[in-house]
């Protein structure tokens, strides 16, 4: 559906994504989930799928996504079925299509994905309390991150114009992620591939939401890149 009525079958839910104007002028059609709506196509789902093998600009803002900081915050979600990786500056796929990204030994940030379940990120949200968390404190990340996915083979000699690290696969490896400057904006970069298509997550700042949006436009010129719907990254056979 249209922006318009994207806005309306949401039941006048006031979120809107980061990136709403933007994907309305682009003729974004939406799927209206709980938090808001997200842009599942632009018309062409069949022609977007192929340009996200080679290089295609997804917005993931309006999916589940929370933190959790703390000495105590492995612990309490190791409780709560959540493994974190060992080690800092990774990722793992964990329940439900969730991804679980340790960014320092005592913080940690989930993700859910289109094609998955949110369910888990509503259950630690409900349970969370100071007396059994102790010290780990959730730290949302809703309001504070936009939410963007860049995919397909072109991504790494496209992040080279504007961050410092090379992420090209055999350099910097699925379930790796850094935290870093992304054309001089703080962000939090994530690989997480679907299937055998590459997938760099990026979360910012949501105050630099148009800014980034249109550092990324500029970038991907140069590759033949342009924005895709959240379809274009489904593994075959899963819902939307």
């Known amino acids: 559906m249209s922006g318009a009525e994207g806005a309306q079958a949401a039941g006048g839910?006031?979120?809107?994504s980061f990136f709403q104007r933007q994907l309305e002028e682009l003729g974004a059609r939406f799927s209206i989930l709980e938090d808001g709506p997200l842009a599942t196509d632009f018309g062409a789902a069949a022609a977007e799928r192929e340009q996200a093998?080679?290089?295609g600009l997804c917005d993931l803002?309006?999916?589940?996504?929370?933190g959790f900081k703390g000495?105590?915050?492995a612990a309490w979600l190791a409780g709560r079925g959540v493994a974190l990786p060992a080690e800092p500056h990774r990722l793992a796929r964990i329940e439900d299509g969730l991804l679980?990204?340790?960014?320092?030994?005592?913080e940690a940030l989930l993700l859910s994905q289109p094609w998955g379940s949110s369910r888990l990120i509503k259950d630690l949200?409900?349970?969370?309390n100071i007396e059994s968390a102790g010290l780990c404190f959730p730290v949302p990340r809703r309001d504070s991150h936009a939410w963007l996915a860049l995919v397909g083979a072109r991504v790494p000699a496209m992040l080279t114009k504007i961050c410092g690290i090379?992420?090209?696969p055999h350099k910097f490896a699925d379930l790796t992620l850094a935290q870093t400057q992304v054309a001089r904006t703080s962000a939090i970069v994530a690989r997480a591939d679907v299937e055998d298509t590459g997938c760099w997550h990026l979360l910012f700042d949501s105050a630099s939401a148009a800014y980034m949006w249109q550092v990324l436009i500029d970038a991907m010129s140069e590759f033949d890149g342009r924005p895709v719907g959240?379809?274009?990254?489904?593994p075959p056979g899963t819902a939307q």
């Open 100 to 106: 679980a990204c340790r960014l320092s030994p005592g």
């Open 71 to 73: 000495a105590n915050t």
């Open 61 to 66: 803002s309006s999916l589940p996504r929370i």
């Open 13 to 16: 839910n006031p979120r809107r």
């Open 53 to 55: 093998r080679q290089l």
């Open 166 to 168: 090379d992420f090209r």
């Open 230 to 234: 959240c379809a274009a990254l489904a």
């Open 125 to 128: 949200e409900r349970s969370w």
